[in-house]
């Protein structure tokens, strides 16, 4: 990660922006241009001498060019940093990227076609490109990462990061847990919509849940629940009925679950991520107060 003066005396910068912006993206071309300038790709795409042997010097960057235009068909080799790929077009370059690095390690030299003969380091050089990619997510903003497999994941929001990575939905319900599970697993994706459809299949685990606790009608099952999360007359209780009650207004009026002509559409991904988390720690409550959260 970064060590630069900024950081230390400032603090790392916030990771919330979900979009790859032409700075950012400039310098992912200049490190993806120098790896395969010095051999690093060589460890998937081996240049081989054509002497007897063939004993491999560098990068075969017509074999390179093909398999990723073919692998990642958005993409055009040569990159050029005037033009900023869509970010999850930018995720899948740099995980193509990790597939083929190696760290090259230099071994005889061979004079007749003035190149050294290389083998590669593949753990050293993963960890290698993998740093440098966080690197520069680090320094811009960006709320992704790349993990020690070379595989891209977006990083939470802070105020639901480490409640929805752990949580294990156990609400007796399966319809209710395959709700959480399939919120959870598309709020972690890189694609916007998927995150919309999160917010979309929170809600609709919302309204399930106040049905879980034995009850006449929606209504008293719900009060049964919060009458669990805190003490019932409490004004802690009146606050979680007053919030339960907000929540279902913002569902109701916005476009979230159904799609009416006089709904309202959420404007943007920080709104879509605003909503998850307080929806979210809504619903961790009353699971975890009932006895529902593992």
């Known amino acids: 990660m970064s060590d630069y003066y900024t950081d230390r005396e400032y603090g790392a910068r916030p990771r919330s922006s979900g979009v790859v912006e032409s700075r950012l993206w400039a310098g992912l071309v200049s490190l993806i241009h120098t790896r395969v300038d010095d051999g690093s790709f060589g460890f998937r795409f081996p240049a081989a001498c054509?002497?007897?042997?063939?004993?491999?010097?560098?990068?075969?960057q017509r074999a390179f060019a093909n398999m990723l235009e073919a692998e990642v068909p958005w993409i055009e080799w040569p990159l050029h940093r005037e033009t900023v790929p869509e970010t999850p077009v930018v995720l899948d370059l740099l995980e193509f990227c990790a597939l083929a690095v190696g760290q090259p390690i230099a071994g005889s030299y061979h004079s007749f076609f003035q190149h050294t003969h290389l083998s590669w380091d593949r753990p050293a050089g993963l960890a290698r490109f993998v740093a440098e990619v966080n690197r520069l997510f680090s320094r811009n903003g960006l709320a992704f990462e790349i993990n020690a497999e070379g595989k891209a994941r977006r990083l939470l929001p802070a105020h639901v990061g480490q409640t929805l990575a752990t949580a294990n939905f156990c609400t007796g319900d399966a319809e209710a847990d395959a709700l959480l599970e399939d919120a959870r697993r598309r709020f972690l994706a890189p694609n916007v919509e998927d995150r919309r459809d999160a917010l979309e299949k929170l809600w609709d685990a919302f309204e399930r849940i106040k049905t879980l606790e034995p009850g006449a009608n929606k209504r008293v099952s719900?009060?049964?629940l919060l009458d669990r999360a805190a003490r019932p007359g409490s004004?802690?209780?009146?606050v979680l009925a007053d919030e339960a009650e907000a929540l279902t207004r913002v569902g109701n009026a916005h476009r979230i679950r159904h799609s009416e002509v006089d709904q309202e559409s959420l404007e943007t991904t920080g709104q879509v991520d605003f909503l998850f988390g307080r929806l979210f720690a809504f619903i961790h409550l009353v699971l975890v107060s009932s006895g529902r959260l593992g």
């Open 50 to 60: 054509s002497d007897e042997g063939r004993m491999a010097y560098g990068v075969d």
């Open 222 to 224: 719900a009060d049964l």
């Open 235 to 238: 004004k802690l209780r009146q």
